[in-house]
């Protein structure tokens, strides 16, 4: 008999999960840097994370240099696993796949030029576990995305479930204009503008988020989220059908970090990147890695009828924006 059959049940040994999808078909062209900034993805979060996280690179069909530099960085046991993929199967099935094999309950899924800074992993567990009924969270705020698929979120808001107010984060100021920056959008010139910001049990956070990096409970990869492959490369509202639209669905808020956390890099790296690494590394020194136990609260996504949750919707939007006018 098989002596595995006779093995107690499995325990999990971390409650977090990064997923890093990564498709660097080539070394020249759009992708000349794209080496350097995959490698300074991935030493930031590895330098960033404690014992309570696990990491999992996808490679999506990408050259044979990134494919023998994750074997590398797998057999040196930086990394918790590698799945490589012969061919780009499309960026959202690369990830989907990995995320619904994954058996940590908050699974973050992240593109592979985004800079991790110390405290991320806290800071976005901090809010699923004293802020009730989070869908995802952002280490990267960004006030653009208050109404973008944040109904469920605003919700909260006028039920009174959470406080809601318009704060002034000057801190915020260089990181969020860097943020604009990489996807070449209008800098904000107002350093004392007001940021959505909700508060429960003492714990602050913004409204909204991109989808560059987002960390999810994990029952949203089986509720909302079509169960059909994408068939998609990338883009063409992908990321809309697999991560925005099924935290709205269901029901539950998207967030940030009350901070800026992580920062999207692009395809090229700058100075300013690597001397946030440094201090990455300085801090994981002062405080070696470590294991740090988190309980979420209970999470049920909901699977409402299209119809009506598209009419309240924008019923929501309408009085959220009536009440809650910024002045």
């Known amino acids: 008999m098989n002596p595995q059959k006779e093995s107690k049940k499995i325990e999990l040994e971390c409650q977090h999960r990064l997923i890093i999808v990564v498709f660097i078909p080539e070394l020249q062209g759009y992708y000349k840097s794209m080496f350097n900034v995959f490698k300074l993805c991935l030493s930031s979060a590895v330098s960033t994370i404690n014992g309570n996280c696990a990491i999992t690179i996808v490679n999506n069909g990408s050259c044979e240099d990134i494919k023998n530099y994750l074997d590398e960085k797998l057999q040196a046991n930086v990394i918790d696993t590698v799945i490589h993929h012969a061919k780009n199967i499309g960026k959202i099935d690369a990830l989907i796949g990995a995320a619904r094999a994954s058996r940590e309950p908050l699974i973050t899924i992240s593109d592979v030029d985004i800079l991790f800074?110390?405290?991320?992993?806290?800071?976005?567990?901090?809010?699923?576990?004293?802020?009730?009924?989070?869908?995802?969270?952002?280490?990267?705020?960004?006030k653009l995305f208050q109404d973008y698929e944040t109904s469920s979120t605003l919700l909260k808001i006028l039920m009174k479930k959470v406080k809601f107010t318009y704060e002034v984060i000057p801190s915020n100021f260089q990181s969020h204009n860097r943020y604009l920056k990489s996807f070449?959008?209008?800098?904000?010139?107002?350093?004392?503008?007001s940021w959505p910001v909700i508060e429960s049990n003492g714990v602050k956070c913004i409204v909204g988020s991109g989808h560059q990096i987002l960390t999810m409970r994990r029952e949203l990869f089986f509720s909302n989220v079509p169960l059909e492959p994408s068939l998609t490369l990338v883009g063409n509202k992908s990321e809309y059908q697999y991560c925005d639209l099924p935290i709205n669905l269901s029901g539950g808020m998207r967030v940030s970090t009350y901070h800026n956390k992580a920062f999207h890099m692009g395809n090229e790296v700058e100075r300013w990147m690597f001397d946030i690494q440094k201090k990455n590394e300085e801090y994981q020194d002062a405080d070696p890695e470590q294991y740090v136990s988190f309980s979420l609260p209970s999470f049920n996504p909901k699977r409402p009828n299209p119809y009506w949750f598209s009419l309240k919707k924008r019923i929501t939007h309408k009085l959220f924006n009536i009440i809650y006018k910024k002045k």
């Open 117 to 142: 800074e110390k405290g991320w992993q806290e800071a976005t567990e901090t809010i699923f576990s004293t802020i009730k009924n989070v869908a995802s969270v952002s280490p990267i705020p960004c």
């Open 184 to 193: 070449n959008w209008k800098l904000e010139t107002n350093k004392n503008s």
